[in-house]
């Protein structure tokens, strides 16, 4: 018999899994929970709130050059949703040219606890995960490599 991840928890997990899994609002059919994990599972907003909580405060082009890849329309969605949650402050400074300053809230440094726990748990298990993929993409015939987590 096969046995889950669940079944290895307190009970308390599973009733945390019905909850984001099966909680749904009458109105709109999406579950609030699963809506405001999607906004903070994203590579964009998962980088900004790293290094916003690396530097403390961060001019926008200064933001940008540490984010690699991500577009300046991009990082300004990105920045604009994470203020709209709630998660950083955009400080505006009446100088010519203005200067713009970027910031984690409280709640803010909250989440970047919770993404540090996860990317801890992806550093400590990253050898496991990269085997298992080795032994997949041999049996499906795929050529890898060994070293690439993508």
């Given at each position: 018999?096969?046995r889950t991840i669940v079944?290895?928890?307190?009970?308390?997990?599973?009733?945390?899994?019905?909850?984001?899994?099966?909680?749904?609002?009458?109105?709109?059919?999406?579950c609030p929970i699963r809506?405001?994990?999607?906004?903070?599972?994203?590579?964009?907003?998962?980088?900004?709130?790293?290094?916003?909580?690396?530097?403390?405060?961060?001019?926008?082009?200064?933001?940008?050059?540490?984010?690699?890849?991500?577009?300046?329309?991009?990082?300004?969605?990105?920045?604009?949703?994470?203020?709209?949650?709630?998660?950083?402050?955009?400080?505006?400074?009446?100088?010519?040219?203005?200067?713009?300053?970027y910031q984690l809230t409280?709640?803010?440094?909250?989440?970047?606890?919770?993404?540090?726990?996860?990317?801890?748990?992806?550093?400590?298990?990253?050898?496991?995960?990269?085997?298992?993929?080795?032994?997949?993409?041999?049996?499906?015939?795929?050529?890898?490599?060994?070293?690439?987590?993508?």
């Amino acid at each position: 018999m096969e046995r889950t991840i669940v079944d290895y928890q307190e009970g308390s997990v599973q009733e945390k899994l019905q909850k984001i899994l099966g909680d749904v609002e009458e109105d709109g059919g999406t579950c609030p929970i699963r809506n405001i994990l999607v906004r903070f599972s994203d590579k964009w907003s998962t980088l900004s709130i790293f290094h916003l909580g690396d530097a403390g405060t961060l001019r926008f082009n200064e933001l940008k050059k540490r984010v690699d890849g991500i577009s300046q329309r991009m990082l300004t969605v990105t920045l604009r949703n994470l203020e709209r949650d709630g998660i950083v402050t955009r400080r505006v400074y009446p100088e010519i040219p203005p200067r713009v300053e970027y910031q984690l809230t409280d709640l803010g440094r909250s989440l970047l606890v919770q993404i540090i726990e996860l990317g801890d748990w992806a550093s400590n298990h990253s050898n496991q995960i990269i085997e298992a993929r080795s032994r997949f993409d041999a049996r499906e015939g795929r050529v890898i490599d060994s070293v690439s987590l993508n």
